[in-house]
């Protein structure tokens, strides 16, 4: 038969519950906390470990998911400092004490405002003032031939099908160019060179433009050429040497800046891509970003920054 516990008033008269049974709290330490039963409508959770009849129960809500930017992350210009280019070029220089003048290089990043998901800007172009005039280009094609003699007379390394092929297997892989004659691109397909050209950026395609008829004139305007390309929303290359006057490392940037301007506006009215900033840096400097001028009022001269 079911009894009836009245507990003494403890605390206040919300915390006197009333028990219908006896056997439903057995243990001592259930009795000791009957005073408190009141708050198990506030916070849902019984003694026995379990949700009552009548109990709210608090379920957790999912993390509202952050959605993806679409864009890169861009930084506000004014409150950056910025620098002309003489001024860049001076602090450059002073991390690049005791390089070989020839060995360290300036390069040139572009920002771009842009989606993440559009095509990416890719070409090449001739600068001015050569930067990288040591440029080990191969070609595959019949050798000797008078294609080969024509494409070594205008800078290429080496040329040559099978003989290029067992130097490419073995590892032997002396050139930053990779060039094939529209015959002989049968013979690279069979090779099966694909794994070991493809990560390093290397084979050919007439996607790029590296399978061609005219080898010659590929060769041609790739020597003494610089290759840039966008990544991540920013488009980098190399514009200048390190015994650059500032004169010369001017009239590369701004042949350079010209040549992606006509990219960007070459590219379909529904792709938007503007340049965010520029950032001149070198190979052992950081990053300077450029404000557009030539020099400042605390400028050196032009002449000292020639020097070495």
């Not at 990043?109 to 930067?131: D, E, M, Q």
Request: net charge positive; aromatic share 6%; charged share 25%.
């Amino acid at each position: 038969m079911a009894t009836t516990i009245k507990i003494p008033q403890l605390f206040h008269r919300s915390y006197r519950p009333t028990i219908k049974s006896s056997s439903q709290y057995s243990s001592p330490l259930q009795i000791f906390l009957l005073p408190f039963l009141s708050q198990r409508h506030a916070t849902g959770i019984s003694l026995r470990g379990k949700v009552g009849k009548g109990e709210a129960v608090k379920k957790e809500q999912p993390k509202k998911k952050k959605k993806a930017r679409l864009t890169f992350r861009q930084y506000d210009l004014k409150d950056m400092t910025q620098f002309s280019l003489c001024d860049a070029m001076r602090y450059i220089r002073a991390f690049e004490v005791g390089q070989v003048p020839t060995s360290a290089k300036y390069d040139l990043a572009l920002r771009l405002r842009t989606t993440k998901n559009g095509p990416a800007v890719r070409n090449r172009l001739r600068l001015p003032h050569p930067v990288n005039t040591s440029l080990r280009i191969a070609v595959i094609c019949p050798s000797p031939s008078p294609i080969a003699t024509a494409a070594q007379a205008v800078g290429a390394s080496v040329c040559g099908e099978d003989e290029l092929f067992d130097q490419i297997r073995e590892g032997k892989i002396n050139f930053e160019r990779l060039l094939c004659h529209t015959d002989s691109a049968a013979k690279l397909n069979k090779a099966g060179l694909g794994k070991v050209l493809g990560p390093r950026g290397l084979m050919p395609s007439t996607k790029l433009g590296t399978i061609t008829r005219d080898v010659e004139g590929l060769v041609k305007s790739m020597v003494g050429s610089t290759e840039y390309r966008e990544k991540l929303g920013v488009i980098r290359a190399s514009v200048g040497q390190l015994g650059f006057t500032p004169e010369e490392m001017q009239s590369n940037i701004r042949v350079f800046m010209e040549a992606v301007k006509r990219d960007l506006n070459a590219m379909s009215d529904k792709i938007t891509k503007e340049i965010h900033e520029v950032v001149l840096s070198s190979t052992h400097a950081p990053g300077f970003s450029l404000n557009g001028e030539f020099k400042s009022d605390t400028s050196p001269p032009t002449h000292d920054l020639a020097v070495l």
